[in-house]
Nanobody
Framework: VQLQASGGGLVQAGGSLTLSCAAS????????MGWFRQAPGKEREFVAA????????YYADSVKGRFTISRDNAKNTVYLQMNSLNPEDTAVYYC???????????????WGQGTLVTVSS
């Protein structure tokens, strides 16, 4: 499956952004979808994931209550709504697809190219 992430940009602290990830090539609903991020000099970390039909969602503690992951299988797209952003959220955000639920980047088979989110203080 091919993934194309978009929606990143520059936002002030306290602001909001919505990332999108469009999938193509295979049956989208066969895959758990995840969002990860990687800040400069840091390892890639789990942000959120969603089950195949959206019934179950998972969040890192650092974003719980501020970020919301959702998906629209008719549009082959997964979203990450990010609210109350702070400078620590600055990173390149990646979407990824996997046939099983996981929080580990190494378990994901397919990755988008990443979209940069910069939060200014």
């Amino acid at each position: 499956v091919q993934l194309q992430a978009s929606g990143g940009g520059l936002v002030q602290a306290g602001g909001s952004l919505t990332l999108s990830c469009a999938a193509s090539g295979r049956t989208f609903s066969n895959y758990y979808m995840g969002w990860f991020r990687q800040a400069p000099g840091k390892e890639r970390e789990f942000v959120a994931a969603i089950s195949r039909y959206g019934a179950t969602t998972y969040y890192a503690d650092s974003v719980k209550g501020r970020f919301t992951i959702s998906r629209d299988n008719a549009k082959n797209t997964v979203y990450l709504q990010m609210n109350s952003l702070n400078p620590e959220d600055t990173a390149v955000y990646y979407c990824a697809a996997n046939v099983l639920s996981s929080r580990r980047p190494g378990d994901y088979d397919y990755w988008g190219q990443g979209t940069l989110v910069t939060v200014s203080s």
